[in-house]
């Protein structure tokens, strides 16, 4: 039996059973419920209708557009904190207990008092989705240099760097693999809020606002489809992300 | 570094009032008009307020109350379904491909899905904690087992464990670390999905509180739901950190 499972095509097949009895489960009580409850067959054509008519392709692009923009925005800035703090102990002072202070709050917590200053809008979902990938880039960067070993630094010393030159060819790339950490964690970060402000602010396309009007319009199979495009994409960017951080640490020997 | 001392806990301190100064003076300078932001002493007074007619203790009570529930529910479902994951292979073939489908999708987005189904009353706040909880301690409990060196199982073998004295001795232990540490992120990420689902949809919680507040443009009752959310976020974060190195420090570093 063990050996059995070791082998893919086993794996495979064992694996498919329980989302397929979901399925079929799915189909009987839908077919025995209400009209809300729409059978997978519903959501495939949801799918079909979707495509065609282009609604799925600008929420997703909306949405991608605005966790990118965010993430561009939020990641370099959490970055340049970051390594500014761990650089500098009086920025860290300076900065540290205010930046760790708005931390606490979740992300989404600051969409009230944002949407209250900035209004109802593009402008503060971009804010609290940059805020939300600001943070991890942040913390990761900052833990990336305040790590680096001290002999790294005295070889530095040695060889009478400046302190460009130290942050050039010392700091930077012996913090890389923790700020790429956090660069990742921020893209993930990004992704759910952008996802959570377009379902609570509801304004223009986006993948969230699309579930919002779902939801409105009782419309489980709509809902579905941009649930499992949500889940896809998440999951896509992460793998995307994954590899782009292995290309780029080639020249590091193994991690532990 | 728990517990700072003397000298420490005057620069803990130091900088969290600086801030609270600095935030006061910069209204009082009157470079922002009061419907912007207001001082921290506003806020502080909203605060009394609230408390006194007992809106705060409702508000703040219910979020805790179904934080407490749904938590309970969805980290212990957690917990014994990534137990289940880990110890049987056959399981882990059949239900792991579901699972980690199922974890690509953030928590947030069942939200509206949820409130089709179960409406916008408390078992939908429950139903969406549980669900943020559940994962994270599932995936904790299963890297926790897993991460069990397999000789501590020859061990067992050779010391002829029963399957009870086997977890009680040897599992248990041995996992606590991870498991303690899957309660912490999953406590955190259940108290941010409760506050973004509660400005949502709720008629109560802090997250409501907050949502009132700027649709009625108060804006010390949001800043209040802020300050009041981020230290909830903070303490049981913290609180969790606590029991997290009190439980391990049997551990050598």
Known sequence: MKDQLARWPVRLVIGLVAPLLLIFLWQWQASAHSVTFAPPVAVASALAELLRNGDLLRDTLATLQRAFTGLAIGAPLGVAAGIAMGIWKPVDRLLGPLLHALRQVPMIGWLPLIGLWFGVGEGTELIVVSMSAFFPSMLNSHAGVAQVERRYLEVGGIYRFTTLQRIRFILLPAAMPLVLTGITQALAFAWISTIGTELLTGAGSGLGVAMQTAQVQQRLDIMLVVIGVTAALGFLINQLFRRLRQSLLRWQPAQS | ?253
Request: proline fraction near 6%.
């Open chain 2, 1 to 253: 570094m728990a517990f700072p001392q003397g000298k420490a806990v005057a620069a803990a301190w130091a900088a969290p009032v600086a801030l609270l100064a600095l935030w006061q003076v910069a209204c009082l300078s009157g470079l922002f008009p009061p419907q912007v932001l207001v001082p921290p002493s506003v806020v502080a007074q909203a605060l009394a307020d609230m408390a006194a007619s007992g809106e705060l203790q409702r508000h703040v009570g219910d979020s805790l109350y179904r934080l407490l529930v749904g938590f309970a529910i969805g980290a212990g479902a957690g917990m014994v379904f990534g137990a289940a994951l880990a110890l049987s292979r056959l399981v882990e073939a059949v239900l792991s491909p579901l699972f980690l489908t199922l974890w690509q999708v953030p928590v947030i987005a069942f939200v509206p899905l949820m409130v089709m189904f179960l409406g916008i009353d408390e078992p939908f706040k429950i139903a969406v904690v549980a669900i943020a909880a559940f994962f994270p301690m599932a995936l904790a409990t299963f890297d926790g087992i897993r991460g069990v060196p397999r000789n501590w199982f020859d061990v067992a073998k050779v010391y002829r464990l029963s399957l009870l004295q086997l977890i009680r001795r040897i599992l248990l232990p041995a996992t606590v670390p991870a498991v303690l540490t899957g309660l912490r992120i999953s406590l955190t990420r259940a108290w941010v999905v409760l506050v973004a689902a509660e400005l949502l949809a709720a008629d109560s919680g802090i997250g409501q509180m907050m949502e009132m507040g700027r649709q009625l443009f108060q804006i010390d009752v949001v800043l209040a739901g802020v300050v009041v959310s981020g230290l909830i976020g903070f303490l049981l974060d913290r609180g969790a950190r606590w029991v997290e190195s009190r439980a391990t420090r049997w551990r050598t570093a």
